[in-house]
């Protein structure tokens, strides 16, 4: 294997995605130092033991070879020339939508430090325009670094995948600060992939990343939306077939089939938030937000219509399975779960509602 100019990589935020990205960075042969506050999760990596739900952590975790994190920041970006910040954007609502004050307050500690000839790489979700007005700022004082945004799309369940090849979409989407700091992230991804199942790798500005992060979830929750109104269309015309409908038009290859499949509507950590996100930034810069408003809405309205379904085949009691955020999720995640929210309906029309499952958790 070549080696890699710049072999050290600094991951701030070890939470589910920062370790899954550390591992696969280490497995690819790069020194990984990671920096967490929650000396809990820094004695789990060192001494390699983690009892997360996400498929194959634990095992890769106990493979790791140069892996290691520390509570210290400047000790994480002393010999790193490329820092991911992979810390939570949690939903705050108002002008920003997301809470930005964990990402800035670490930009703000990487700018006390004067970190110098540094790549810093956005993981996490943001705003549109966030690098531009807000980041850059925040390392004003660093001299010769940069400021990139490289948002992951990786799935709930599939993370360690995901990342070597891009997730579900085959995509990697890289908002480089300049040309450098794109063939450094592109050498990367290209590393830590399978020869053959190499991502898509796009590069672009960091404000266009920004935009097109929220887009390409919510050409998917629009698809889901349609999708299911095509499906209650159908519902309501006799001899109509919704899953007849819905096959043919995934034929097409205008359309294709991923989200063309009839049934709940959408929910998880990423799809509600960032659809309501998108359309929150169109009001901002004076776009009309109309499809990502109507796609929100009727995902709403169609766990209404799922719920009169249920009641009107007038029982008195009513079971739910598989009440995670989307069917068979391979971690216990009920973030905006669908099902939940059609049972919840039923139980506020006065229905005994019974939920079987495993133990589910908000993360």
């Known amino acids: ?182 063939r450094i992230l592109t050498r990367v991804y290209e590393r830590i992939a399978p020869a053959d199942r190499r991502p898509h790798i796009c590069l672009m500005s960091p404000e266009s990343a920004e935009i097109a992060k929220l887009c390409s979830n919510c050409f998917r929750t629009t698809k889901i939306s349609f999708c299911n109104m095509v499906a209650d269309l159908a519902d309501k015309t006799p001899g109509a077939d919704k899953h007849e409908i819905c096959a043919a038009l995934g034929k097409d290859e205008s359309i294709g089939p991923i989200c063309m499949r009839p049934g709940y509507g959408y929910g998880g950590p990423c799809y509600p938030r960032d659809n309501q996100a998108l359309a929150l930034y169109a009001k901002q810069v004076g776009v009309n937000p109309c499809i990502p408003e109507a796609t929100h809405n009727y995902n709403e309205f169609h766990h209404d219509i799922m719920a009169e379904e249920c009641l009107r085949e007038g029982r008195e009691e009513y079971v739910f399975e598989d009440v995670t955020y989307k069917p068979r999720c391979a971690v216990a995640m009920i973030d905006e779960s669908p099902k939940l929210r059609v049972a919840y309906a039923l139980v506020k029309a006065g229905k005994r509602v019974i939920i079987r499952d495993r133990q589910a958790s908000l993360v």
């Open 1 to 182: 294997m070549d080696q890699d100019p710049w072999e050290t990589i600094a991951v701030i935020g070890l939470g589910r995605l920062g370790v899954c990205f550390s591992v696969v960075l280490d497995e690819a042969g790069y020194d990984v130092i990671g920096m967490d506050v929650n000396e809990s999760i820094v004695n789990s990596v060192n001494s390699r033991k983690n009892d997360s739900s996400e498929p194959g952590l634990s095992e890769a975790l106990l493979r790791c070879r140069k892996f290691r994190a520390t509570t210290d920041m400047s000790e994480a970006v002393q010999n790193a020339r490329v820092i991911f910040i992979l810390v939570p954007t949690p939903n705050s609502g108002g002008r920003d939508f997301y809470n930005h004050s964990i990402l800035s307050n670490v930009l703000f500690k990487l700018n006390t430090l004067k970190v110098a000839h540094r790549h810093i790489v956005i993981s996490a979700t943001v705003l549109p325009g966030y690098i531009r007005s807000t980041g850059n700022f925040l390392i004003r004082d660093c001299p010769n670094t940069t400021l990139s945004y490289n948002p992951a799309f990786v799935a709930q369940g599939d993370i360690l995948e995901g990342y070597k090849t891009g997730g579900w979409f085959r995509l990697v989407m890289i908002g480089r600060a300049n040309e450098e700091v794109g």
